[in-house]
């Protein structure tokens, strides 16, 4: 019914069952973890009126019991979803149904939980908010970070005006130009992210 992708791995798409509207995906090494994807197979659809809360577990460092938090969720409307966990505050979880069904076995191990759960329920819960992948344009972040390579590659080269070599055959560019320009970048960038675009 469900599977989940993360970078690097192979697929897995046999969660563990445990209980009849619950599964878990079991993650070795999740530290090294950034975004996990969980999807519909689109073998068996949701029941009408059904969702997928989608959490994440790991060990609490102090105590070493499971810690879940709240992801997001899937639908038959919307049958995937990715999310970013390296970003989660680990010890600071919330109410899961999972209760003890699914222990943690291992201090690097960690676990991808769905609730199968009334849509309405799901309406009315809040993920954390760190879970969230960015929503800015691909391209946007690239060009992003282009520009700060290129100014810190440019200000990599940078020499006082006394230490200059007079050299006829290069145009030199104040740093202070494009660093201004860049601010000004930034901050069209920030009052309307799609600036560029025009």
């Known amino acids: 019914m469900f599977?989940?992708?993360?970078?690097?791995?192979?697929?897995?798409?046999?969660?563990?069952?445990?209980?009849?509207?619950?599964?878990v995906f079991n993650l070795s090494d999740f530290e090294q973890v950034n975004h996990v994807v969980v999807f519909m197979l689109g073998t068996v659809p949701f029941p009408a009126g059904m969702g997928g809360a989608v959490y994440f577990s790991f060990p609490d460092p102090a105590s070493g019991a499971a810690v879940w938090q709240l992801l997001g969720f899937i639908t038959n409307d919307k049958p995937s979803a990715i999310f970013k966990i390296s970003g989660l505050k680990q010890g600071e979880g919330g109410a899961h149904p999972f209760g003890s069904m699914a222990p943690v076995t291992s201090a690097s191990m960690a676990q991808v939980g769905v609730s199968v759960e009334p849509l309405e329920q799901l309406a009315?819960?809040?993920?954390?908010?760190?879970?969230?992948?960015?929503?800015?344009?691909?391209?946007?972040?690239f060009t992003q970070k282009m520009l700060d390579s290129l100014y810190n590659y440019a200000a990599s080269f940078a020499v006082s005006q006394a230490q200059m070599t007079p050299n006829p055959s290069e145009t030199f560019i104040p740093s202070s130009c494009v660093l201004r320009w860049y601010e000004n970048f930034q901050r069209r960038l920030a009052q309307n992210p799609n600036f560029w675009k025009n």
Request: glycine fraction near 6%.
């Open 3 to 23: 599977g989940c992708i993360v970078a690097g791995r192979l697929v897995q798409t046999d969660p563990v069952l445990v209980a009849s509207d619950k599964f």
């Open 124 to 141: 009315q819960q809040s993920p954390v908010s760190s879970a969230a992948v960015s929503s800015v344009d691909s391209f946007l972040q």
